[in-house]
């Protein structure tokens, strides 16, 4: 149906556009219009649901938009954090793969590092 990666190019484009200042004038004027408007509706019905269903719109879209860069931008760091890690002498590896592990591994490592961290404090040198 669509080609591969249609859907991140027209996700980054459109957040570039809306992430503009000038997306955000234009908003910021479309509601100033909006207001404007009202006594000439008698700020009826029909004026309330014209503001409440562009932005109900506009804000589901935006999720979509919004949740595509964060997971770009994460995958981007985490391939950074991945390489350093890597190419670190003596760094722990096991790391490299730490956002694919259990919540029980996480949480294990978690308490390793704190009793690391209590060892440092403490001026002791941890052992392995």
């Given at each position: 149906?669509?080609?591969?990666?249609?859907?991140?190019?027209?996700?980054?484009?459109?957040?570039?556009?809306?992430?503009?200042?000038?997306?955000?004038?234009?908003?910021?004027?479309?509601?100033?219009?909006?207001?404007?408007?009202?006594?000439?509706?008698?700020?009826?019905?029909?004026?309330?649901?014209?503001?409440?269903?562009?932005?109900?719109?506009?804000?589901?879209?935006?999720?979509?938009?919004?949740?595509?860069?964060?997971?770009?931008?994460?995958?981007?760091?985490?391939?950074?954090?991945?390489?350093?890690?890597?190419?670190?002498?003596?760094?722990?590896?096991?790391?490299?793969?730490?956002?694919?592990?259990?919540?029980?591994?996480?949480?294990?490592?978690?308490?390793?590092?704190?009793?690391?961290?209590?060892?440092?404090a403490a001026g002791r040198k941890p052992r392995g």
């Amino acid at each position: 149906m669509f080609r591969k990666g249609f859907f991140s190019r027209v996700s980054r484009s459109a957040s570039q556009a809306f992430g503009h200042p000038l997306a955000f004038g234009i908003a910021v004027l479309c509601v100033i219009v909006w207001a404007l408007l009202g006594p000439a509706f008698r700020f009826g019905d029909t004026w309330q649901l014209t503001i409440n269903t562009g932005t109900t719109i506009v804000t589901f879209l935006m999720v979509f938009l919004i949740q595509n860069s964060q997971n770009r931008h994460s995958d981007a760091i985490q391939l950074k954090l991945d390489e350093l890690i890597r190419a670190i002498a003596g760094a722990h590896n096991y790391l490299m793969d730490l956002e694919e592990a259990t919540d029980e591994e996480v949480a294990e490592l978690k308490s390793r590092y704190r009793r690391l961290h209590a060892l440092a404090a403490a001026g002791r040198k941890p052992r392995g």
